[in-house]
């Protein structure tokens, strides 16, 4: 084989494999905004309901306080998962800042029978309060990139 047909058989075997390369790397592109999506959307359906669950015992005299702890356990819980499926430094350092925020609100460990003091009613309607004003709630859409949740959840963190 001469020369010049060795360097097209290079060329083409070189070509062929970029576009392997460039197929896998979309593929793990679409990959990775298929778990924003799929993570942040959690996030998302439990802060709402949080958020839904709160106004409603504030609305019915707080009839059923458990059920306010309980869907602040599913968010946090929905926050971990997410933490811990995270490969990127800062995105866990975002996601566990939430996390913390999150907590501050817990009662307790107990899952039955919670009953809240006039503090903590009020530490749930100020946390239901300030998930509608960052949009953490049904009646709005909401986008699943990684860009904007990281900035909904900056904005939840900051106290006002």
Do not use: P
């Not at 839904?52 to 819980?77: F, G, M, P, R, S």
């Not at 049904?138 to 860009?147: K, Q």
Request: glycine residues 4%.
């Amino acid at each position: 084989m001469k020369k010049i047909d060795w360097i097209k058989v290079i060329l083409i075997v070189s070509l062929f494999g970029n576009v392997v390369f460039f197929m896998n790397q979309k593929k793990d592109s679409r990959n990775q905004e298929l778990k924003y999506e799929l993570l942040n959307a959690n996030i998302h359906r439990d802060l709402a309901q949080l958020e839904a669950t709160i106004q409603y015992q504030q609305d019915h005299n707080w009839n059923n306080e458990t059920l306010v702890t309980q869907k602040l356990d599913d968010a946090i819980d929905s926050i971990i998962l997410h933490s811990g499926m995270e490969r990127d430094k800062d995105k866990e350092d975002i996601l566990m800042k939430m996390y913390d925020y999150m907590n501050e609100f817990k009662v307790g460990d107990e899952i039955l029978d919670v009953n809240l003091n006039d503090k903590q009613r009020a530490d749930y309607i100020y946390l239901g309060e300030k998930l509608r004003s960052n949009g953490w709630t049904f009646n709005v859409g909401y986008d699943t990139s990684w860009e904007t949740f990281a900035s909904k959840v900056k904005e939840l963190v900051t106290e006002s």
